[in-house]
């Protein structure tokens, strides 16, 4: 993906989540997407059928509450090379089939390569809670708005400090 996918970010985060417009078009333009990580994934017709935004943001830029909560775990986190995963979105006639699945699996090389893990909320209203898990994911903090998980892609140290 590059930032001309915006646009299209912001009309499937809203669609997808409820979100008010101007907030998601300030999330997409504030929050770090890393563009070249992102995937959108396309039918042979042309049409988009999922989308999966990476972001370079700070745990604490979706977590405020941690700093306050967890400070000694945020700052072994931020200690650590991650990128978070923003929204994943697959259209309603391709859930279920393996394509969430492709789209994660073809960036997962340069995840592993490159990060000793991937930071990921998740609003308490939705359902990928036990998707994230499947997949390995850690719960490591909670608050009002979300679960918070990461999924290890290291055996670093780091995470072994904070019990990963």
């Not at 989540?17 to 994934?41: I, T």
């Not at 259209?91 to 893990?117: K, Q, V």
């Not at 997949?135 to 979300?146: I, K, N, P, S, T």
């Amino acid at each position: 993906m590059s930032p001309a996918d915006a646009p299209l970010t912001v009309e499937w985060m809203t669609r997808q989540y409820g979100f008010d417009r101007a907030e998601v078009e300030d999330w997409v333009r504030d929050l770090h997407f890393n563009w070249p990580l992102s995937v959108k994934a396309m039918d042979e017709a042309g049409e988009m059928i999922g989308l999966l935004n990476m972001s370079d943001y700070r745990i604490e830029e979706e977590a405020g509450q941690i700093r306050s909560d967890a400070p000694e775990l945020l700052e072994r986190l931020n200690a650590m090379r991650y990128t978070a995963v923003f929204s994943f979105i697959v259209r309603e006639d391709y859930r279920g089939t393996c394509l969430n699945y492709d789209m994660l699996t073809s960036i997962m090389p340069e995840l592993r390569a490159n990060y000793d893990f991937v930071f990921i909320p998740v609003l308490h209203r939705l359902k990928t809670h036990r998707y994230w898990l499947r997949w390995g994911a850690r719960e490591f903090y909670r608050d009002a708005a979300c679960v918070y998980y990461l999924l290890p892609l290291s055996q670093s140290p780091c995470l072994r400090s904070v019990g990963i």
